[in-house]
């Protein structure tokens, strides 16, 4: 497996290390757990009451993010504490082309999100009858938009760089090197401007969508004295807001870098560490804006710590009681 600067960038703080593996291991377990519990709750006991497109959308999110964990945290994880990458090369280039496409993937995803969610308060009477169905074939829609737009890079990376992959120490992910004299003369274009001007584009219509929401919802509860209900206004908001939280520091990098900017690993390293942070947050997000959401998770914990408090409480059987011993006679004689 090809490496780069492993002298230079390696990590050689102890402390440095901890907190780089303390915290992936954090959002590993708890994009685990809290993601596989939104597409049970949500497919099998119908535990989040909105929108059935907005369900099917949080699914699609949960899916993303799984997606990330498996192909991106793990490895990641396991090369904080190996100081290697140890887990092949087919993998390596796997988790840095499934990074990307994940990447686009959930910014889509909540740009549909916010659209869905406008829509639905602008006109809530036609958008009653969106059906579960309608909303994954929206999100299918845009994991088939997100592989279209990568497509290009994914094939250039496949016939003109696929001995190019590397670990790299700067940010302990994996890489591809781009000093193949082949590459064809658009590639460097497309990475440098094609890309970028699609994300900056979607988190203009997801910061455009997200205050055409807020001011749709406040309008529509002010009038003719409506009342709204607020949940699944202020979900699509936190989820926008835990997004933009946590990819803002890696687009302010990447445009500096591009402007000429030298980062080291003081910068990239939390960098990437940050966009963790969207990986197990929707979880929490929903556990603390859907009522029905909460409401299931505490049915549920209360049964499971029920069944351990009976199990620990279960009263053994006494034991039996000796026969008793017949009495004879001569006893009640008393001979």
């Given at each position: 497996?090809?490496?780069?600067n492993?002298t230079?960038?390696?990590?050689?703080?102890?402390?440095?290390?901890?907190?780089?593996?303390?915290w992936?291991?954090?959002t590993?377990?708890?994009?685990?757990?809290?993601?596989?519990?939104?597409l049970?709750?949500?497919?099998?006991?119908?535990?989040?009451?909105?929108?059935?497109?907005?369900?099917?959308?949080?699914?699609?999110?949960?899916?993303?993010?799984?997606?990330?964990?498996?192909?991106k945290?793990?490895?990641?994880?396991?090369?904080?504490?190996?100081?290697?990458?140890?887990?092949?090369?087919?993998?390596?280039?796997?988790?840095?082309?499934?990074?990307?496409i994940c990447?686009?993937?959930?910014?889509?995803q909540?740009?549909?999100?916010?659209?869905?969610?406008?829509?639905?308060?602008k006109?809530?009477?036609?958008s009653?009858?969106?059906?579960?169905?309608?909303?994954?074939?929206?999100?299918?829609?845009?994991?088939?938009?997100?592989?279209?737009?990568?497509?290009?890079?994914l094939?250039?990376k496949?016939?003109y760089l696929?001995?190019?992959?590397?670990f790299?120490?700067?940010?302990?992910?994996?890489?591809?090197?781009?000093?193949?004299?082949?590459l064809?003369?658009?590639?460097?274009?497309?990475?440098?401007?094609?890309?970028?001007?699609?994300?900056?584009?979607?988190?203009?219509?997801?910061?455009?969508?997200?205050?055409?929401?807020l001011?749709?919802?406040?309008?529509?509860?002010?009038?003719?004295?409506?009342?709204?209900?607020?949940?699944?206004?202020?979900?699509?908001?936190?989820?926008?807001?835990?997004?933009l939280?946590?990819?803002?520091?890696?687009?302010?990098a990447?445009?500096?870098?591009?402007?000429?900017?030298?980062?080291?690993?003081?910068?990239?390293?939390?960098?990437?560490?940050?966009?963790?942070?969207?990986?197990?947050?929707n979880?929490?997000?929903?556990?603390i804006?859907?009522?029905?959401?909460?409401?299931?998770?505490?049915?549920?914990?209360?049964?499971?710590?029920?069944?351990?408090?009976?199990?620990?409480?279960?009263?053994?059987?006494?034991?039996?009681?000796?026969?008793?011993?017949q009495?004879?006679?001569?006893?009640?004689?008393?001979?």
């Amino acid at each position: 497996m090809r490496t780069y600067n492993n002298t230079l960038y390696v990590i050689t703080d102890d402390r440095e290390r901890y907190i780089f593996i303390l915290w992936s291991l954090t959002t590993l377990i708890a994009s685990l757990i809290g993601d596989v519990i939104i597409l049970v709750a949500t497919i099998r006991y119908n535990a989040i009451k909105l929108q059935k497109v907005i369900i099917a959308a949080m699914q699609h999110m949960a899916i993303c993010d799984l997606l990330q964990n498996a192909f991106k945290v793990f490895p990641m994880t396991l090369a904080f504490i190996t100081d290697r990458w140890v887990v092949g090369e087919l993998l390596c280039e796997v988790s840095e082309n499934m990074s990307w496409i994940c990447t686009e993937v959930t910014l889509f995803q909540t740009c549909t999100l916010t659209t869905l969610k406008l829509i639905i308060l602008k006109y809530p009477l036609k958008s009653r009858v969106w059906s579960s169905r309608f909303g994954h074939k929206i999100c299918i829609s845009i994991w088939l938009l997100a592989v279209g737009v990568y497509s290009p890079v994914l094939m250039v990376k496949i016939i003109y760089l696929r001995n190019a992959v590397y670990f790299s120490y700067h940010d302990y992910v994996c890489n591809y090197g781009y000093t193949s004299p082949n590459l064809p003369s658009w590639y460097k274009w497309y990475i440098l401007i094609t890309l970028p001007v699609v994300t900056l584009l979607s988190y203009i219509a997801i910061t455009v969508t997200s205050i055409a929401i807020l001011v749709v919802a406040k309008k529509a509860s002010s009038q003719h004295g409506r009342t709204l209900r607020w949940e699944g206004v202020i979900t699509v908001l936190l989820t926008v807001g835990v997004l933009l939280l946590s990819t803002l520091p890696f687009g302010v990098a990447f445009i500096t870098w591009l402007l000429g900017a030298e980062h080291g690993t003081g910068v990239w390293r939390p960098v990437i560490l940050v966009q963790y942070l969207n990986i197990m947050a929707n979880f929490f997000v929903y556990s603390i804006t859907v009522r029905s959401f909460r409401k299931f998770l505490k049915l549920k914990i209360s049964q499971i710590m029920l069944r351990i408090s009976t199990r620990r409480t279960q009263v053994t059987p006494e034991r039996a009681a000796p026969p008793q011993m017949q009495v004879t006679n001569q006893e009640l004689r008393g001979d």
